[in-house]
């Protein structure tokens, strides 16, 4: 029995050239205006449901049953082809490269080849909005769901063409797709991961159900002829032009619609509503552009957007691994918020030239032929002309070095990546630390004591610190605690001149810090640079917590008297947030802020933030982190974000000064001022002489 011929749909081919070139441009230039551009995804994904649907029930129709395996055999033919030369040429690239690319390499692979990439990521914990590291292989998410559904939707649909009008089909589909999205709002209400949602085939599928629901509504396929093409084409009928111009119009707004979503800022926030709204646009515009005689049909169907169209799964396959690469070659770092303009460029050149060379080498002949008429033609090209054998062979070799380096790739993959490497070695310092036994025989008090929780905390007694006998009695608003050994009036030469205040050092029992991953990075270098501070530090923080951690602490009686704040990375920071930590702190404490040090598009504001603060505010300081590892990136993870052993060293004498110049400001400003009075003295003395 005779498979109908799958249906050309006027401009589709276009509105895949768009979808492609959304997804890419976002990914490849992401300080362009395209902030939500991952929606493109969703576009391809209500294209696959409205033709995988429409195909499906033209079989019927014409053969009164669906040949499943006929049907995944051709999806095959489509779609691993392709795929499998990016797996291997990239994974073997990356493996010459080495480092940070080849984490998790092993289950990327793994999930390339079992269509379950988006499963396997999120057990694995990947985050696709993350800018730090990013997977090799992290487009291929929306590939392993398109696979599922074209394993389940078969299945599926006799069950749906049982309701014999099609409005009751119609409202199935789109029941399912409401359920796909309610299911994403109610995972995220319940606490999972905003990746866990994105990725979800069931938190993610109301796109492909929507291209259903449009495939059911449009479904004329008793009347249509096999290989036909479906809109466009000649001229509508008089009764009908003024339909297709109306159609034309409202398509035409749904696609500048469409872009205008994509430009979204932060769309990624609002999960699911903006990969929604995109995917009934694009409902919209196939509906428009399928229509009898639609100009816009027409006008996306144009020979550049055909070309790009046709080749746009080669072009989003190729293009994010080709910029990971290289980015990682050019900056020996991959954050994709701060990919440089030649890099993105040069990836878009490489990505449209190895989808062309595939499209026309590997894909075509796989899918005109199959798998085994394209093995035949290969053979045959061996015992041809010497320029035909010699691309046959460069074929085979090059498959053969790619299944190598492949494996190569897979067994050389670090467990964990640089920047994981250098936070566990500072957790493990941190743990040694706390277990060390203190000069006097008794267990040291935990160097890292986790944050309490906010509610009710449990008062208890203040820990040792020179602040309780240096200090006793209340503290004056706005003094500073001395530094031990600093004298209350510096001392004199014999002429009556002040000498120099000697600087000594904050001990480390006098001083808390609160901090990020590159604090918790650095713990090893700030517990030998201060033995004895109390480092509170991990993941994933940011300023807006600060607070809450230090009230918590000084309710408890556990906050010292000079407090460090490490936790600018992670996000924005405000006056308000900074005024509520600095608030927490006290007027009896001197505050320490380290300005950050990362490829994010927010350090600058964070840093001035923190600068115009400490300017602003008594006991308040600025430890320049920012300054002190700019001119030595080396010494920090692949990130370029978390230092490692030396850079840590690095982080904690920038934090030790800072420390140390606020302690000793008071003898600082004590022994200028005393220079000036000295002076005038001396100057007065002198003016009496003469008379």
């Not at 029995?1 to 768009?18: E, F, Q």
């Not at 080749?311 to 440089?340: E, F, K, M, N, Q």
């Not at 040792?464 to 530094?483: F, K, M, N, Q, R």
């Not at 006056?575 to 490829?599: H, I, K, M, S, W």
Request: hydrophobic letters at 50%; one cysteine or more.
């Amino acid at each position: 029995m005779i498979t109908p011929t799958a249906p050309r749909y006027a401009g589709l081919d276009g509105l895949r050239a768009v979808a492609v070139l959304i997804v890419v441009l976002y990914h490849l230039f992401p300080a362009w205006f395209l902030r939500s551009g991952f929606v493109g995804v969703d576009v391809f994904f209500v294209i696959s449901g409205f033709l995988i649907t429409s195909l499906l029930l033209r079989e019927r129709a014409a053969t009164g049953r669906i040949a499943l395996a006929a049907f995944w055999k051709r999806r095959a033919r489509r779609l691993l082809p392709a795929l499998a030369a990016v797996v291997t040429v990239c994974a073997s690239l990356a493996w010459l490269i080495g480092g940070d690319v080849l984490v998790g390499l092993g289950r990327q692979v793994l999930g390339a080849a079992t269509f379950s990439y988006n499963w396997l990521a999120i057990a694995g914990g990947s985050a696709y909005f993350s800018a730090g590291e990013p997977e090799l292989f992290r487009n291929l998410w929306s590939l392993a769901v398109e696979e599922q559904f074209y394993l389940v939707w078969p299945l599926m649909l006799p069950v749906l063409m049982l309701a014999r009008r099609r409005w009751m089909r119609v409202g199935a589909a789109l029941v399912l797709a409401a359920g796909s999205a309610t299911w994403a709002v109610g995972a995220l209400a319940s606490g999972a991961t905003l990746t866990r949602a994105y990725y979800g085939t069931d938190t993610h599928a109301f796109g492909l159900l929507l291209g259903v629901a449009l495939a059911f509504a449009l479904d004329r396929s008793s009347s249509r002829m096999a290989g036909s093409a479906i809109g466009g084409g000649a001229s509508p009928t008089t009764g009908r032009a003024g339909i297709a111009v109306g159609m034309t119009l409202v398509g035409g707004a749904a696609l500048i619609g469409l872009l205008v979503v994509s430009s979204w800022p932060d769309g990624a926030s609002v999960y699911p509503a903006v990969p929604l709204i995109a995917s009934v646009l694009t409902a919209v515009v196939i509906a428009a552009a399928v229509s009898p005689g639609s100009p816009l049909g027409r006008a996306l169907d144009v020979a550049p957007l055909r070309w790009v169209g046709e080749r746009s799964y080669g072009i989003y396959l190729w293009h994010w691994p080709v910029v990971v690469l290289l980015t990682i070659a050019a900056t020996g770092t991959i954050v994709d918020t701060a990919i440089p303009l030649a890099v993105g460029v040069t990836a878009l050149v490489v990505t449209l030239g190895a989808s062309a060379v595939s499209y026309r080498v590997l894909e075509q002949p796989v899918r005109r032929l199959g798998a085994r008429g394209a093995v035949r033609a290969l053979g045959l090209r061996l015992r041809a002309t010497p320029v035909r054998r010699f691309g046959a062979i460069t074929v085979v070799a090059a498959g053969a070095l790619g299944a190598v380096g492949t494996a190569a790739a897979v067994a050389a993959a670090p467990p964990v990546s640089s920047s994981e490497a250098v936070v566990q070695a500072g957790l493990e310092a941190l743990a040694e630390a706390s277990a060390a036994p203190a000069p006097n025989g008794t267990p040291t008090p935990p160097a890292a004591s986790p944050t309490p929780p906010a509610a009710s905390p449990t008062p208890r007694a203040p820990e040792p610190s020179a602040s309780t006998s240096a200090a006793p009695g209340e503290a004056v608003p706005g003094a500073l605690p001395p530094a031990p050994g600093v004298a209350a009036r510096p001392p004199r030469a014999d002429d009556g001149r002040p000498l120099p205040p000697v600087h000594t050092p904050v001990p480390g029992d006098r001083i808390t810090a609160v901090g990020d991953s590159v604090m918790l990075a650095s713990a090893g270098g700030l517990l030998d640079e201060r033995p004895g501070m109390q480092i509170d530090a991990a993941v994933s923080r940011s300023m807006w917590q600060g607070g809450e951690i230090v009230q918590t602490l000084a309710a408890q009686g556990a906050l010292r008297d000079y407090v460090v704040i490490g936790l600018g990375t992670n996000g924005p920071v405000d006056d308000e947030e900074l005024q509520t930590l600095y608030d927490a702190v006290g007027p009896e404490r001197c505050l320490v802020l380290v300005n950050a040090f990362a490829p994010r598009d927010w350090i600058d504001g964070v840093n001035t933030e923190l600068t115009s603060f400490a300017a602003t505010h008594p006991r308040v300081a600025v430890a320049d982190w920012s300054r002190a590892i700019a001119p030595k990136v080396d010494l920090l993870a692949g990130d370029q974000i978390h230092p490692g052993p030396t850079g840590g060293a690095v982080y904690a004498d920038t934090v030790a000064g800072a420390l140390d110049a606020l302690a000793n400001r008071p003898a600082d400003v004590g022994y200028r001022a005393g220079m000036v009075h000295w002076a005038l003295a001396q100057a007065e003395g002198r003016a009496l002489d003469a008379r």
